[in-house]
């Protein structure tokens, strides 16, 4: 009875698994599949023709190279807010309550759905007066990217042996000095692996960028121009009553799906590249 | 020799670090906060029209003549939420469960990365996939196989998708739980001639319980405020519910759909903040729930 | 103290009181420690070496709810008087760990990091100051081709000499060692007394160990500290040979410890 109960449940388990680990191989095999006969070269290589939602010439070019400005201008952002701050969390604020607080308000801003950021964006767009733009757009993903990168940051400083910060300061480093150059170094696979995920939630989220960023055919040549996105060139086209329209959102769908393949593997290449100085 | 200079300003940038280290932190604080301003002014003209009874519980949805009833897109969230829930919680469980504590390291080796795949493909993503797989094979095999017409955009393709969607949460955090359960308890079990079974549903699931728990609620709350992938399959048609088969109208949707285009009516635009306020309510009191079960737990090391 | 008058002592302590979460580790150490020496503190495990290792370069400021009073003069500066630059003061006293503790870069950079944070930025000064540590510790026959190798490839012996380059690369007056050989192997632990001998005429070096024979075999200057107190302090073959306390005497023949 107690062999068949294990045997059961361990059945369970492994059907469990495969049906996770298959639904990610349905998802990107329909996508793929479904999408393959519309992906043509001029699809990445071409902006929208004339005639282009009808089902005539051109591409997504400019979803493409938008959706990069966007994703590469917050992570910037997000970099440079988000560093900062899980340096402070553990290297100035110590045990001390205010990393506990800010701790717990990074968790909470971790939780807050995408829509939301970009609800807010809009509103404060609309107090000032500001209109849909490649600047607005990086400032909401940078918005929504920031308390994920901060939080992956701080997980991996946290993981930093204490004996090396000792190292540091036994030759005379100061907290900067240890939190630049050894804890850094330490987490740096940690930190890039946490850059280009947050780099892949950017370049695919779709909710909060829909009120802020606009749409456009071309490719934006200043912050003030509206700029088009990956993720909504998806569901502008999917929208259309025209299944040519409806075949190349597909595409763009696997187009999507290669940049955050690739951004997949890039991590795990780096992170082995960077591991070899990492103290274990 | 090495040289000294510079030993001021070593210091001095040491202590202009400590300070500048914290503007991040405020900031981040600051915008939370602001967004609840945001919101709460944004959504305030709602409630001086309306009580807040008729906004949450009637289900007249007539925005032209200002009647913002919030009952569809609100059950419209729940059903579809606690469908999504209601398949993710025992597979996740069950993976997590199988990849701590019975799977050969190679098979974990292989396993997680593709979690992390999953965790990493976005909704809109999510949301083709439902459109060419899950819509179709509802209104063509499933609802069929039950009796009913159904266009197939309808609550089982958002709960079916979303479901996707919150696995990767779920299983990750119920994995770290149950690992950090010591193995001195597992062995205390085992010595006592346990089975791995009885040792992993008698000791280690209860000892990981609340981390489950919390596990589950951060999944919730991340399948409450998706956006894209939902609105994509579920039809969007504010009427509450009455079977899976239904459309349904999340909350996340309507705010999606509407926004930035209602400003002409500015009752409109009030209620659509009144929605994003909900659910922002929501999410931080689902996160923060999660987060106090979770400090206890790794508090009293598991 | 009479035995230290041939050589100028290089650390005074005084009346040194370390209170860790009301329990008192040292009781009131007063202590002269010689210059270009190598002095060994010894005792049992508990009796407060460490700690007073880590008053010396104030890494105590690391240890939460540490409280430390009394004075520790290195030359006329009072490393425990606040307003001290901690940065310098490390500089001027280094210190290596029980365990090697190589940082995360190459094994170039572990030795210029120390140079280079205290302001030298000049490549050929590095390039020197690096080959010359290396060679003070042995390793440079042994790496001299792979500086740029991750440091963590090293063996643990290796890591440690790496370790010891590091502090002498700040060219520091004061050398703390603490157990620095008993995470080594013994060949390992026999390269560094040797470093340790030959480069005692340049660097006040304080050693801490349990293990009496290497204390015999390398110290000039012995302290006996027991259960936080000062027991007794003075040359090694005086300790050694005829201990004035009974629990030096006691300690020595192996009663406790």
């Given at each position: 009875?107690?062999?068949?109960?294990?045997?059961?449940?361990?059945?369970?388990?492994?059907?469990?698994?495969?049906?996770?680990?298959?639904?990610?191989?349905?998802?990107?095999?329909?996508?793929?599949?479904?999408?393959?006969?519309?992906?043509?070269?001029?699809?990445?290589?071409?902006?929208?023709?004339?005639?282009?939602?009808?089902?005539?010439?051109?591409?997504?070019?400019?979803?493409?190279?938008?959706?990069?400005?966007?994703?590469?201008?917050?992570?910037?952002?997000?970099?440079?807010?988000?560093?900062?701050?899980?340096?402070?969390?553990?290297?100035?604020?110590?045990?001390?309550?205010?990393?506990?607080?800010?701790?717990?308000?990074?968790?909470?801003?971790?939780?807050?759905?995408?829509?939301?950021?970009?609800?807010?964006?809009?509103?404060?767009?609309?107090?000032?007066?500001?209109?849909?733009?490649?600047?607005?757009?990086?400032?909401?993903?940078?918005?929504?990217?920031?308390?994920?990168?901060?939080?992956?940051?701080?997980?991996?400083?946290?993981?930093?042996?204490?004996?090396?910060?000792?190292?540091?300061?036994?030759?005379?480093?100061?907290?900067?000095?240890?939190?630049?150059?050894?804890?850094?170094?330490?987490?740096?696979?940690?930190?890039?692996?946490?850059?280009?995920?947050?780099?892949?939630?950017?370049?695919?989220?779709?909710?909060?960028?829909?009120?802020?960023?606009?749409?456009?055919?071309?490719?934006?040549?200043?912050?003030?121009?509206?700029?088009?996105?990956?993720?909504?060139?998806?569901?502008?086209?999917?929208?259309?009553?025209?299944?040519?329209?409806?075949?190349?959102?597909?595409?763009?769908?696997?187009?999507?799906?290669?940049?955050?393949?690739?951004?997949?593997?890039?991590?795990?290449?780096?992170?082995?590249?960077?591991?070899?100085?990492?103290?274990? | 020799?090495?040289?000294?200079?510079?030993?001021?300003?070593?210091?001095?940038?040491?202590?202009i670090a400590e300070r500048a280290v914290l503007i991040p932190a405020i900031l981040v604080s600051v915008i939370l906060i602001a967004m609840v301003i945001v919101f709460l002014d944004k959504a305030s003209p709602i409630f001086i029209t309306q009580p807040i009874t008729t906004l949450l519980f009637s289900s007249s949805w007539h925005p032209l003549s200002g009647q913002f009833g919030f009952f569809p897109f609100i059950s419209g969230t729940v059903w579809v939420t606690l469908l999504a829930m209601g398949i993710t919680i025992p597979i996740s469980i069950l993976s997590a469960v199988y990849l701590a504590e019975y799977a050969h390291r190679r098979v974990r080796g292989v396993a997680q990365p593709l979690i992390d795949l999953l965790a990493g493909i976005p909704s809109v993503v999510f949301g083709l996939f439902g459109i060419l797989l899950i819509v179709p094979l509802i209104k063509e095999q499933i609802a069929p196989l039950a009796g009913v017409n159904s266009s197939g955009y309808c609550v089982l393709a958002g709960g079916l998708v979303l479901a996707i969607m919150v696995f990767p949460i779920v299983i990750s955090i119920s994995y770290e739980v149950i690992r950090a359960v010591p193995t001195e308890m597992r062995e205390a079990a085992l010595a006592l001639g346990a089975t791995r079974w009885e040792t992993v549903k008698f000791v280690v699931l209860r000892k990981a319980l609340t981390g489950i728990i919390a596990a589950i609620i951060l999944g919730f709350?991340?399948?409450?405020?998706?956006?894209?992938?939902?609105?994509?399959?579920?039809?969007?048609?504010?009427?509450?519910?009455?079977?899976?088969?239904?459309?349904?109208?999340?909350?996340?949707?309507?705010?999606?759909?509407?926004?930035?285009?209602?400003?002409?009516?500015?009752?409109?635009?009030?209620?659509?903040?009144?929605?994003?306020?909900?659910?922002?309510?929501?999410?931080?009191?689902?996160?923060?729930?999660?987060?106090?079960?979770?400090?206890?737990?790794?508090?009293?090391?598991? | 103290?009479?035995?230290?008058?041939?050589?100028?002592?290089?650390?005074?302590?005084?009346?040194?009181?370390?209170?860790?979460?009301?329990?008192?580790?040292?009781?009131?150490?007063?202590?002269?420690?010689?210059?270009?020496?190598?002095?060994?503190?010894?005792?049992?495990?508990?009796?407060?070496?460490?700690?007073?290792?880590?008053?010396?370069?104030?890494?105590?400021?690391?240890?939460?709810?540490?409280?430390?009073?009394?004075?520790?003069?290195?030359?006329?500066?009072?490393?425990?008087?606040?307003?001290?630059?901690?940065?310098?003061?490390?500089?001027?006293?280094?210190?290596?760990?029980?365990?090697?503790?190589?940082?995360?870069?190459?094994?170039?950079?572990?030795?210029?990091?120390?140079?280079?944070?205290?302001?030298?930025?000049?490549?050929?000064?590095?390039?020197?100051?690096?080959?010359?540590?290396?060679?003070?510790?042995?390793?440079?026959?042994?790496?001299?081709?792979?500086?740029?190798?991750?440091?963590?490839?090293?063996?643990?012996?290796?890591?440690?000499?790496?370790?010891?380059?590091?502090?002498?690369?700040?060219?520091?007056?004061?050398?703390?060692?603490?157990?620095?050989?008993?995470?080594?192997?013994?060949?390992?632990?026999?390269?560094?007394?040797?470093?340790?001998?030959?480069?005692?005429?340049?660097?006040?070096?304080?050693?801490?160990?349990?293990?009496?024979?290497?204390?015999?075999?390398?110290?000039?200057?012995?302290?006996?500290?027991?259960?936080?107190?000062?027991?007794?302090?003075?040359?090694?073959?005086?300790?050694?040979?005829?201990?004035?306390?009974?629990?030096?005497?006691?300690?020595?023949?192996?009663?406790?410890?």
């Amino acid at each position: 009875m107690r062999r068949i109960e294990e045997a059961v449940f361990k059945a369970l388990m492994v059907i469990s698994l495969f049906i996770v680990l298959g639904s990610l191989l349905a998802v990107i095999l329909v996508v793929v599949i479904r999408g393959a006969p519309a992906l043509t070269l001029s699809m990445v290589t071409q902006v929208p023709q004339g005639g282009f939602y009808l089902g005539k010439e051109g591409g997504i070019l400019n979803a493409i190279i938008g959706s990069l400005y966007v994703a590469t201008g917050a992570t910037l952002i997000a970099i440079v807010i988000a560093l900062p701050f899980a340096w402070y969390l553990n290297q100035y604020a110590g045990k001390s309550r205010f990393a506990d607080i800010f701790r717990a308000i990074l968790d909470i801003a971790t939780g807050v759905p995408s829509l939301l950021y970009g609800a807010f964006a809009f509103s404060i767009m609309l107090a000032i007066g500001a209109k849909t733009s490649l600047l607005w757009g990086i400032l909401t993903i940078a918005l929504f990217i920031t308390p994920l990168l901060a939080r992956s940051f701080d997980e991996v400083i946290q993981t930093v042996p204490f004996k090396l910060k000792e190292a540091s300061f036994a030759l005379g480093a100061t907290r900067l000095e240890t939190v630049l150059y050894v804890v850094s170094r330490q987490a740096l696979p940690g930190i890039l692996t946490g850059i280009l995920l947050a780099f892949g939630r950017g370049i695919g989220d779709a909710a909060s960028i829909l009120f802020t960023a606009g749409y456009t055919d071309s490719i934006p040549t200043s912050l003030g121009d509206p700029v088009a996105t990956l993720p909504l060139a998806i569901f502008f086209q999917l929208g259309s009553p025209i299944p040519a329209v409806q075949a190349r959102a597909y595409a763009s769908g696997i187009i999507l799906l290669a940049i955050v393949l690739i951004l997949s593997v890039v991590s795990r290449v780096l992170t082995k590249r960077y591991m070899k100085y990492v103290i274990k | 020799m090495v040289r000294q200079k510079g030993i001021i300003s070593r210091r001095y940038r040491d202590l202009i670090a400590e300070r500048a280290v914290l503007i991040p932190a405020i900031l981040v604080s600051v915008i939370l906060i602001a967004m609840v301003i945001v919101f709460l002014d944004k959504a305030s003209p709602i409630f001086i029209t309306q009580p807040i009874t008729t906004l949450l519980f009637s289900s007249s949805w007539h925005p032209l003549s200002g009647q913002f009833g919030f009952f569809p897109f609100i059950s419209g969230t729940v059903w579809v939420t606690l469908l999504a829930m209601g398949i993710t919680i025992p597979i996740s469980i069950l993976s997590a469960v199988y990849l701590a504590e019975y799977a050969h390291r190679r098979v974990r080796g292989v396993a997680q990365p593709l979690i992390d795949l999953l965790a990493g493909i976005p909704s809109v993503v999510f949301g083709l996939f439902g459109i060419l797989l899950i819509v179709p094979l509802i209104k063509e095999q499933i609802a069929p196989l039950a009796g009913v017409n159904s266009s197939g955009y309808c609550v089982l393709a958002g709960g079916l998708v979303l479901a996707i969607m919150v696995f990767p949460i779920v299983i990750s955090i119920s994995y770290e739980v149950i690992r950090a359960v010591p193995t001195e308890m597992r062995e205390a079990a085992l010595a006592l001639g346990a089975t791995r079974w009885e040792t992993v549903k008698f000791v280690v699931l209860r000892k990981a319980l609340t981390g489950i728990i919390a596990a589950i609620i951060l999944g919730f709350s991340r399948a409450f405020g998706e956006t894209m992938a939902v609105l994509m399959v579920v039809g969007n048609v504010p009427i509450v519910p009455q079977s899976v088969f239904d459309p349904a109208y999340p909350i996340p949707a309507l705010i999606a759909n509407n926004y930035g285009e209602m400003m002409s009516i500015p009752a409109y635009d009030s209620a659509l903040m009144f929605a994003a306020l909900i659910l922002f309510v929501i999410v931080v009191a689902f996160n923060i729930l999660a987060r106090i079960v979770l400090v206890r737990v790794y508090r009293k090391g598991v | 103290m009479d035995a230290t008058e041939s050589v100028a002592p290089e650390i005074r302590v005084r009346d040194l009181h370390v209170i860790l979460e009301k329990r008192e580790i040292l009781k009131g150490i007063s202590v002269e420690i010689p210059k270009n020496r190598i002095t060994a503190i010894i005792g049992p495990s508990g009796c407060g070496k460490s700690t007073l290792l880590r008053c010396i370069n104030r890494m105590i400021d690391l240890v939460e709810g540490a409280s430390v009073t009394g004075e520790v003069l290195i030359g006329n500066v009072d490393a425990l008087s606040p307003g001290i630059e901690l940065t310098e003061l490390r500089r001027r006293v280094g210190m290596i760990s029980q365990t090697p503790n190589p940082l995360p870069m190459s094994i170039f950079d572990n030795i210029a990091f120390g140079p280079r944070i205290h302001g030298e930025r000049d490549s050929k000064t590095l390039d020197a100051t690096v080959s010359r540590c290396l060679k003070t510790v042995g390793l440079w026959n042994e790496v001299h081709e792979r500086l740029y190798d991750p440091a963590a490839k090293l063996s643990i012996g290796q890591q440690q000499r790496l370790c010891l380059a590091r502090a002498l690369a700040m060219e520091p007056e004061v050398l703390l060692c603490d157990e620095i050989t008993s995470a080594l192997d013994p060949i390992s632990a026999k390269h560094i007394e040797s470093e340790l001998l030959a480069i005692k005429n340049e660097y006040t070096i304080i050693f801490v160990t349990h293990i009496l024979r290497q204390a015999r075999r390398i110290a000039d200057h012995v302290i006996f500290l027991y259960l936080g107190e000062l027991v007794e302090s003075g040359p090694a073959a005086e300790i050694f040979s005829s201990p004035k306390d009974p629990r030096t005497k006691e300690y020595l023949e192996g009663v406790f410890g």
